[in-house]
Structures are given as structure tokens and as C-alpha cells.
């Protein structure tokens, strides 16, 4: 476990859940996902979250998957778990993690529970100081958090950071302006590359980044252009690649997950695109144009022969 109570930087490795056809969980492809994820630098690695449809995982396949992620990663980033929903399943799979040698965990919300700001402090709250790993809470869907929750959670020394996929940019201005550096900030936006511009000058300093399943160097080329103000690198990702995955994601509910395994499987990533209901593949026509913006992003960014960190 490592107990260094800082939130980690730098672009997050999100893995998926490779699932068989006969919807068995692939454990050796989930190792590949993951040692592509270390070889092309990403700083941290999520295991069992949203990308790998936590919500339909069962407990023995999410402590599998925590499992290998700690086996791969060997100490190298720190390995993150996804908890939240059910307060009884979070705590449980809290402890999972801490007894599979996680470094943290990403608390997500208490999804068809709709609660008052007290309510989700001490929910977050007891996740968090139910074992001594990091946590970082989550803001999205029905959560948004306010002043006064991150005040009582700041008294948490396993609260390590926020994550945003809310996107209210007026709210995390007011959040980072008050907290500072007592919690480190992480950008979670569906495709978070579209968004990341806008909320590096804010205080975030990571993101969690889908493509980088499939073409992470691509991801690293656009951030280091966003760090280093070369808006020219960043406007001509954004015009080729960027936006037009962004805009198929958004053609249909459930693509934030499908699509990176279409992905994975047109960059000849042996993982298939078995996906989870509700959850559907997508469709025939959209999988063609990735195959066409992943041929064109390659063409204009080719890899480069090594990785230099940001």
C-alpha cells in the first residue's frame, strides 16, 4: 500500500473489462490492457471503474481485476479501484482493495440515491476512513459538490483528491479558489481531452484519457501542447482527432465504454467488443468511421520510436 497521500498527475490509465463471448471476464487480456497502459507512460492506472463497466462486474471478477492490475503494475504507478453505488458494496469492496495491495480508490456516487450535501459527506466520508488507502471522490451525474461537504471532507486525510465529470466550470472555480493544493484535481469528462484546455488553468493537473486504450501517444502529444501553450499542436489534434471520436461518442448513450474497444479492436488489440447490458457495441457504420479517423490520426501523428514524459 502506499501511503503517500497525494492524488496522482499526469494522464490516468483507465483500463477496460475484456469480457469473452460466452461473457466471461479475460483475465490475461485485461494484463495486456494494462502492460500497454505502463509501457506508454501513464501515470496511474484505475482498475474496475466506469470504463470497465464496474456496475456489472461480480465481486469475484472485480477482485480478479484488482488482482492483476497490482500483479502488472509491480509498484511502478499507483493502482486505483473503482468503489461507490451501494454504501454496503463500497465498503466492501473498500476492504477488497486494501486487501489486494491497492494504493487508493475513485469513490463513485451513490447512483439512484439523490441525498443532501451532509449526506454525501459522511456517505464519501465513510468510504474514505473505512480503510487507510487514498480516496478520491467523484463529482457527476446526480452529485455535485459543494463548499461545505469538501470542507468536511478535507478533514479526511484519505481524501486525496476531486474528480469532475460534471463540467461546471463556474463550481470548480469557486472549489479549486477555496481549496488550493488540499486536494489534487482531476478532470473526468467523458473524452476528457475535449475539456482539458479549459481545466488545466484551474488547478487540474490530471485527466482520465479513453483513447489512451488505443492511442495514448496521441493523448500525450495534445497535453504536453496544452502545457506548453503550443496551440497550434493543440488545434490541429483537436480538428483530426479529438473531435470527431468525440463526435461519434455522443451519437449514442453507453459509447463512452463500446467505442474504446472498437478502438482497441481497430488498433488490433485482441480484446473484442463484448460489452455488458445495457451497454451495446457500436453500430457497423460508426465502427467504420473510427477505422477511418484512426487510420487518418496515425497517418498525421505517427508514433514516435520512444516516450518522453511531460
Not at 497490482?70 to 463500497?90: D, L
Not at 463556474?170 to 493544493?181: D, G, Y
Not at 500525450?220 to 489534434?237: M, W
Amino acid at each position: 500500500m502506499n501511503t503517500n497521500r497525494k492524488a496522482p498527475t499526469g494522464i490516468l490509465g483507465f483500463p477496460i473489462a475484456p469480457f469473452t463471448k460466452n461473457n466471461k471476464l479475460d483475465e490475461y487480456a485485461l494484463a495486456q490492457n494494462i502492460q500497454f497502459l505502463l509501457d506508454e507512460g501513464l501515470e496511474a492506472i484505475f482498475v474496475a471503474c466506469a470504463a470497465a463497466e464496474y456496475p456489472s462486474l461480480s465481486k469475484a471478477e472485480y477482485e480478479a481485476m484488482v488482482e492483476v492490475a497490482v500483479t502488472v503494475t509491480g509498484g511502478k504507478v499507483p493502482v486505483y479501484t473503482g468503489v461507490g453505488g451501494n454504501i454496503q458494496t463500497s465498503l466492501e469492496l473498500a476492504r477488497v482493495s486494501a486487501d489486494r495491495g491497492a494504493d487508493g480508490y475513485l469513490i463513485l456516487p451513490p447512483y439512484l440515491v439523490t441525498g443532501e450535501q451532509a449526506g454525501l459527506a459522511a456517505y464519501f466520508k465513510a468510504i474514505a476512513e473505512s480503510t487507510d488507502l487514498n480516496a478520491i471522490v467523484y463529482q457527476r451525474d446526480n452529485v455535485s459538490l459543494s463548499i461545505s461537504t469538501l470542507e468536511a471532507l478535507a478533514e479526511v486525510p484519505q481524501v486525496v483528491g476531486v474528480k469532475d465529470g460534471l463540467g461546471n466550470m463556474e463550481l470548480n472555480t469557486l472549489l479549486t479558489q477555496t481549496f488550493k493544493k488540499r486536494f489534487g484535481w482531476l478532470n473526468g469528462m467523458p473524452l476528457a481531452e475535449v475539456t482539458m484546455p479549459a481545466y488545466v488553468p484551474l488547478g487540474f493537473d490530471s485527466y482520465s484519457s479513453a483513447i489512451s486504450n488505443y492511442i495514448p501517444h496521441i493523448s500525450r502529444k495534445f497535453y504536453k501542447g496544452v502545457l506548453s501553450g503550443d496551440q497550434e499542436t493543440v488545434n490541429d489534434i483537436y480538428q483530426q482527432v479529438i473531435l470527431p471520436i468525440n463526435n461519434i461518442r455522443s451519437q449514442r448513450k453507453g459509447y463512452a465504454v463500446s467505442l474504446i474497444k472498437a478502438g482497441m479492436e481497430i488498433m488490433e488489440m485482441p480484446i473484442g467488443q463484448t460489452v455488458r447490458l445495457p451497454i451495446l457495441p457500436i453500430e457497423k457504420e460508426h465502427y467504420a468511421e473510427m477505422q477511418t479517423i484512426l487510420k487518418n490520426a496515425l497517418d498525421r501523428f505517427p508514433k514516435e520510436t520512444s516516450i518522453q514524459s511531460i
